[in-house]
């Protein structure tokens, strides 16, 4: 599980977590919406060490991201991370791409590297590209490639942030679709996103952010249903 406790966290002047508290219980799904600015990606990257944090601590399966003496490297490569902006190398295939990092983060030998890969591509819908250049793949096979390879890693978490902004409307679908499935499989989420649809039917629990607080957060029908916080109010009537 994921234990976030009272985090704080400035850049310069500027607070943009004011004391975050929550936790995400193994196979839940998070949705986390808010406006822009409002400390959701900076959320996520200081549940995977990414970034420090000022005070406050955050757990990952009971060890303390930020204590000095966790191994960084080996709690992230239990937490999956995909963000809106896809990075491939393009000189890699599609199965390259999803073997690198196993191979030189979690010395898989390279058959085991590739059986891994091909079932990830496969779950994703990427079973037919597994010998084409990223360059050739449309944004929402791109993403879904990003995510085969977060999975591929054997991740217990997964974070999303906002992994469909940048798609053309109709490739938004076949994205969701994905982590639809992977919430469905019982994956532990956290899904930054602008999709309020989505956050509705696939959330157990949805958190708004405003200005770096959580400011509410509640199973999607209540949230959606009989939003309390007057921002929340404003920010889903502008939304709708
Ligand atoms: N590395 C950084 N250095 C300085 N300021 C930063 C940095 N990263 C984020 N910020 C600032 O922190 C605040 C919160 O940013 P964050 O990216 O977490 O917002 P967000 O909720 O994800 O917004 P969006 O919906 O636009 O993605 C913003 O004011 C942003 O400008
Ligand atoms: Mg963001």
Do not use: W
């Not at 956050?199 to 009989?226: C, N, Q, T, W, Y």
Request: aromatic share 4%; glycine share 8%; hydrophobic share 45%.
């Amino acid at each position: 599980m994921i234990e976030i406790e009272n985090v704080r966290k400035s850049f310069g002047t500027l607070e943009v977590l004011k004391g975050i508290d929550l936790t995400v219980q193994k196979g839940e799904v998070v949705t986390v919406i808010g406006g822009s600015g409002s400390g959701k990606s900076t959320l996520l990257t200081c549940i995977n060490g990414l970034e420090p944090i000022d005070s406050g601590r955050i757990l990952v399966d009971g060890t303390e991201v930020h204590a000095k003496a966790t191994d960084l490297n080996r709690l992230r490569r239990k937490i999956g991370i995909v963000f809106q902006q896809f990075n491939a190398f393009p000189h890699l295939t599609v199965l390259e791409n999803v073997m690198l990092a196993q191979v030189k983060v979690l010395k898989r030998p390279k058959a085991e590297a590739e059986a891994e890969a091909v079932k990830q591509l496969n779950h994703v819908g990427l079973g037919d590209k597994l010998a084409v250049y990223p360059s050739r793949l449309s944004g929402g096979q791109q993403q879904r490639m990003a995510i085969a390879r977060a999975l591929a890693m054997s991740p217990g978490y997964m974070l999303f942030d906002e992994v469909t902004s940048a798609l053309d409307p109709q490739l938004v679908g076949e994205v969701l679709d994905t982590l639809r499935m992977l919430a469905r499989e019982g994956m532990t989420m956290i899904c930054v996103t602008h999709e309020m649809k989505f956050a509705r039917e696939v959330s157990d629990r949805v958190a708004f952010f405003h200005k770096g607080v959580m400011a509410e957060i509640a199973p999607p029908d209540h949230l959606f249903g009989a939003p309390r916080d007057p921002e929340l109010q404003k920010f889903l009537s502008a939304t709708h």
